[in-house]
């Protein structure tokens, strides 16, 4: 049995609001999920895509955007995560003149709460590749014990097709699927910071396996961990990210059949934008404008970094700003993948 009980901490509440700030959004809920093509997300997330288009009508609070053209740099995850996560390209820091840090400390720099909870047993992306160039920032609230239970994670064989974060079945633990673990840790910290500012990190491997069938079974998960906040009044000041990295790259049937849609989808992944209309009414024009250009991981990290400390004159490249309309797949890094920039 795993039970989850999120405390406050109230000596950091005092730490952290005697710090502020011009953020844009006071609350901000990212979404990541690894290998989920926009494709596979409308086919395979149908009530959580519905949520999202149902808080894009005009009658809603919120205004909700989606990237028809975000690109991924490579079809694998670490440039792409790095880029996002760090604001760079992993297999370009190595020749970085100085430290890069992590996103997150400049949500702490900005006296926000931050909490991560994951379905993968690792505390940092940099577990698995190390480097002096890339600092990680540790979350104040970290959610990732039951994703390393060894009744889930074999920690023997951890890439499993039938056990774990890379199982083709359904992953459950002590009779509730993990990603239930996730939502639930993710609520816990929300609702245990009401009023201050944070940002929370859901991290989820459900889509990276070789059917694409698995990422269904958090549809409901996912369309109610939003909707219950929305019913209960906690998104009025939330700005939400669902992404991915890049499309399903493992090799099933689809990829063996080298169904050129295979490339596409691995090229072409998730991006959504959800805000309150009150904080997405200044940017609306531009970001409606992005919509349908090309876009990449460096200007989803750019626009966490706006989210928290503004639209500051070093963050040109935000989804918040009007971004190039000639911009190409060169420009983006482009590597070991074809460009598929026209796609939608």
């Known amino acids: 049995m795993v039970k989850i009980q999120v405390r406050r901490d109230e000596e950091l509440v005092k730490e952290r609001s005697k710090i502020k700030s011009g953020n844009i959004s006071k609350n901000v809920i990212v979404i990541y999920i690894d290998a989920l093509s926009r494709a596979n997300a409308l086919r395979k997330l149908k009530k959580t895509m519905k949520w999202f288009e149902k808080n894009s009508q005009k009658d809603s609070k919120f205004d909700t955007f989606q990237f028809f053209k975000y690109h991924s740099m490579t079809p694998y995850t670490t440039n792409n995560l790095y880029e996002s996560l760090f604001g760079t390209q992993f297999s370009l820091s190595a020749g970085l003149k100085q430290k890069q840090q992590s996103y997150l400390k400049t949500y702490k720099e900005n006296g926000f709460i931050t909490g991560h909870s994951t379905d993968f047993c690792q505390t940092s992306p940099l577990d698995l590749y190390p480097w002096d160039k890339l600092v990680d920032e540790p979350y104040d609230h970290e959610g990732i014990s039951f994703a390393c239970d060894p009744h889930y994670t074999d920690p023997v064989s951890p890439y499993s097709l039938f056990k774990g974060p890379y199982s083709s079945q359904r ?174």
């Open 171 to 344: 992953r459950c633990l002590y009779g509730k699927e993990v990603a239930d673990y996730v939502f639930d840790y993710g609520n816990q910290f929300l609702r245990a910071y009401p009023e201050e500012k944070k940002i929370l990190y859901l991290d989820f491997l459900d889509a990276h396996e070789g059917t694409g069938e698995v990422v269904k079974y958090m549809d409901d998960k996912l369309v109610n961990f939003l909707s219950n906040l929305e019913k209960d009044g906690m998104l009025e000041d939330t700005s939400i990210v669902l992404y991915s990295d890049h499309g399903l790259h493992m090799h099933g049937l689809f990829y063996f059949l080298q169904y050129e849609v295979v490339n596409i989808e691995i090229a072409l992944p998730t991006l959504f934008l959800t805000m309150p209309k009150k904080i997405s009414a200044e940017y609306k024009d531009n970001i409606k404008s992005n919509e349908q250009k090309l876009v990449y991981a460096h200007d989803i990290h750019n626009t966490l970094l706006s989210f928290a400390n503004g639209l500051q004159s070093n963050v040109n490249s935000s989804l918040l700003t009007s971004l190039p309309l000639d911009r190409t797949c060169q420009d983006i890094l482009l590597k070991d993948l074809s460009c598929f920039c026209n796609y939608n």
